[in-house]
């Protein structure tokens, strides 16, 4: 059974969520502050974090650099009424996997869940692998990435694409192939989440958007990494 930490400190969401999640067969431990989430994360890493970023505490964003600090691959899915571009960047920067709006549907977010944890668990199984393309090195094991000496710090689903465009480097790859690969067959949301996570690769690998020497988008169909 999987383990979901909800951190929510709004008893009219987090009851629910707590029952909803349950029905769905996770087991659920509920934090109401940022406080309570990092003694729970500590106590018992659970396989997954849902973390609203509305907390008395802690700033949202803090717990999650904090959390993802301490526990480098464990899943976290951002729940905020946020929804601008910038937010969702800064989000991805503290390191969440995912970010999702409220309103929200319960069959999104589940899936939402489902996605990250299945992504989690192949991760954890993946064979020591590195690649060093054009003065970038990728420890895939390790889930490191480094140019020159330099280490990169990649919010998982940015490690996870800049894996995939490496390992087809000098290809194109289509939008709707990224997204089956890097997120899920089953991805309920749009493709604006892809170019977010491109525009946020770009910026660590050291690229301008005016013109990107390292990810180059094909205009109408996809992505290429250059090798250089």
Not at 21 to 43: K, M, P
Not at 93 to 108: M, Q
Not at 183 to 202: C, I, K, P, Y
């Amino acid at each position: 059974m999987d383990s979901v930490l909800l951190v929510e400190d709004d008893e009219r969401i987090s009851q629910p969520l707590v029952r909803m999640l349950e029905a769905e067969g996770f087991r659920v431990r509920h934090a109401d502050n940022g406080a309570a989430a990092l003694a729970a994360v500590l106590e018992e890493l659970p396989d997954l974090v849902l973390l609203d970023l509305s907390l008395p505490d802690i700033d949202g964003l803090e717990l999650c650099r904090r959390v993802r600090a301490a526990h480098p691959a464990v899943p976290i899915v951002m729940l905020t009424a946020r929804n601008a571009e910038v937010d969702v960047v800064v989000g991805l920067d503290a390191g969440a996997d995912d970010y999702i709006t409220k309103p929200f549907r319960v069959a999104e977010l589940t899936a939402r869940i489902r996605t990250r944890l299945r992504a989690s668990k192949a991760a954890s199984h993946a064979v020591a692998h590195s690649d060093d393309i054009g003065g970038l090195r990728i420890d895939r094991a390790a889930r490191r990435a480094w140019i020159d000496d330099d280490e990169l710090n990649l919010a998982p689903k940015e490690f996870d694409l800049l894996v995939l465009l490496t390992s087809h480097a000098g290809e194109t790859l289509r939008r709707e192939q990224i997204m089956v690969e890097v997120w899920d067959e089953n991805w309920w949301g749009s493709t604006r989440t892809l170019d977010t996570h491109v525009a946020s690769l770009r910026r660590k690998l050291g690229d301008t958007s005016e013109t990107p020497e390292r990810i180059v988008t094909v205009r109408g169909i996809g992505f290429r990494y250059e090798a250089g």
